[in-house]
Nanobody, 118 residues
């Protein structure tokens, strides 16, 4: 597995969850990593990006409740999700790119399911 995502699960509305994703050495160097999500019946959407060196970019709806962070040394990216709502229920996918300028890189993780019960 080139991108190993973990941390999903079932939580109650209002609770928090932290997702993790680690890129395997075969993908290195990684210039950017990102989290996307796909809710049932909806298209996959960008949540946030982590650029090597520490810059972060958020899609509008997720700024505030969600925080992306990363660790260049570990080739890892994390997504801290707070005050979760039922509409945050989705499969969350990790993405890695060899380019800082390519929004969706060619490498995808297997997805981790987050279910928020109201």
């Amino acid at each position: 597995v080139q991108l190993q995502a973990s941390g999903g699960g079932l939580v109650q509305a209002g609770e928090s969850l932290k997702l993790s994703c680690v890129a395997s050495r075969s993908l290195l160097p990684v210039a950017a990593m990102a989290w996307y999500r796909q809710a049932p019946g909806k298209q996959r959407e960008l949540v946030a990006r982590w650029l090597s060196g520490g810059s972060t970019i958020y899609a509008g709806p997720f700024k505030g409740r969600f925080t992306i962070s990363g660790d260049d040394a570990k080739s890892a990216v994390y997504l801290q999700m707070n005050s979760l709502k039922s509409e945050d229920t989705a499969v969350y996918y990790c993405n890695a790119s060899p380019s800082r300028t390519v929004v969706a890189g060619p490498h995808w993780g297997q997805g981790t399911l987050v279910t928020v019960s109201s």
